[in-house]
């Protein structure tokens, strides 16, 4: 191992930190105790790796860590990868956790019409796709324009970091631009999912810098998530020389990666 400080390990607060246990008990990089404790205030925490410390940060945060430097390898959702598209990021892995979508909503017709739909609702009930303009509540602003530039119709953004069921309920916007799980959310607040933009699960993610100039301490890690992830179906019996091909493939990887 080097002698250069540890490497940080960048992890999103809330429901993805607590699908990430599972994932990190097997990669063998125990964390100190209140690392998934959500009550702790505590930021940056060491591990069983003394090479290795974990930061915990917001979720829409953790891309930001990891491409400006603060961060050598993170674990964020695919949301938020293409919202920000950060040119520093190298993407080698897909988790297979935090599964939802990138979708579109608008309010729901209230049942045998007790009271009309408010105004802005009313034009996107008669002509969701037709409309040359549209006003939409989202935390995707980028995604959301991209989205609808693609048919060709101009997204005026109201930018919100929460509640975003509430803006077409207030008239504030014609539909809304959000993640999406169980649709229990949409449903509560009167709202109704009309087209799935993207589906989104949770990625590792790695600093380009960070993996050229540390390629073989990054590789292993790489690797070590790698095979947690495939864990479950893999087959018993893998042997020391199988292991060490792989640690030698994810190094190869790691160095291809970082050019």
């Known amino acids: 191992m080097s002698a250069l400080s540890p490497l940080v390990l960048a992890l999103p607060k809330g ?10 008990a097997r990669t063998g990089l125990e964390p100190a105790p209140d690392c998934l404790d959500e009550s702790s205030r505590r930021l940056r925490f060491p591990t069983s790796d003394p090479h290795l410390d974990i930061v915990r940060v917001r979720s829409f945060d953790v891309a930001t860590f990891v491409a400006y430097g603060g961060a050598a390898l993170g674990v964020c959702g695919s949301d938020v ?17 935090g599964g ?7 309010l729901k017709e209230p049942e045998g019409r007790q009271k009309p739909l408010p105004a802005r609702a009313q034009e996107v009930e008669r002509r969701p796709e037709g409309r040359s303009r549209l006003r939409v509540a ?11 530039a693609a048919r060709a119709i101009n997204a005026e953004i109201v930018h919100l970091h929460g509640a975003m069921e509430l803006a077409p309920t207030l008239s504030m916007a014609d539909v809304i631009v959000d993640l999406v ?4 959310t949409l449903q509560a607040n009167g709202l109704e999912e009309i087209e799935t ?13 960070a993996l050229k ?12 998530f790698r095979q947690a992830v495939s864990a479950k179906s893999a087959p018993a019996g893998s042997g020391p020389g199988e292991q060490a091909q792989k640690e ?12």
């Open 15 to 24: 429901r993805i930190l607590k699908a990430l246990r599972p994932v990190l």
């Open 81 to 97: 990868l293409m919202e920000f598209d950060y040119p520093d990021l190298y993407t080698p892995l897909d988790l297979g956790i």
């Open 100 to 106: 939802c979508r990138v979708a579109v909503a608008r």
């Open 138 to 148: 989202t935390k995707y602003p980028a995604i959301a324009r991209r989205h609808f």
């Open 181 to 184: 799980d169980t649709g229990a």
């Open 197 to 209: 933009i993207t589906p989104v699960s949770s990625r590792l993610i790695v600093n380009r810098v």
């Open 213 to 224: 100039t540390r390629p073989e301490e990054i590789g292993a890690l790489i690797e070590r």
């Open 248 to 259: 030698k493939r994810a190094t190869m990887h790691a160095n291809e990666a970082g050019r």
